[in-house]
């Protein structure tokens, strides 16, 4: 069971819920995630996910930018849809999915 099995499965279908979670877990956890988005200067963004303020919007190029094409080209086959598809649903549900598992405003240790 992923991490977000219940936390979105009634927001969003389960491929888009399978492929938020591989993309957590694939890039090493929430943590190494949100390294890799401040590498790529969008640490504010996914800083106002883990934070309990409001969440702050990504545009989907940007999803591609943090995470790189080729995981995205792979998680896209798996839930059927273009990586272009993903991008938008990911930067829909990516927020989301990352503020309900970091409750405390905190990464989880």
């Known amino acids: 069971m992923g991490l977000l099995d219940g936390l979105l499965g009634g927001t969003v279908g ?3 819920v399978t492929a938020a979670n591989d993309l957590i877990e ?3 956890g ?3 995630l949100a390294a890799k988005f401040k590498e790529k200067g969008l640490g504010p963004i996914i800083q106002s996910w ?3 303020g409001t969440n ?3 545009e989907p190029e940007q999803i591609g930018q943090a995470v790189g094409g080729g995981l995205l080209d ?3 086959a798996k839930a059927g ?3 272009e598809e993903l991008k938008k649903k990911l930067a829909e549900i990516l927020p989301q999915a990352i ?3 970091t409750p405390d405003g905190k990464l989880p240790s």
């Open 81 to 83: 849809i273009s990586a």
């Open 30 to 32: 929430i943590a190494a």
């Open 26 to 28: 694939k890039n090493g």
């Open 50 to 52: 883990i934070s309990t």
């Open 99 to 101: 503020d309900k598992l």
């Open 14 to 16: 389960a491929a888009l």
């Open 56 to 58: 702050q919007p990504i």
């Open 74 to 76: 792979d998680l896209a």
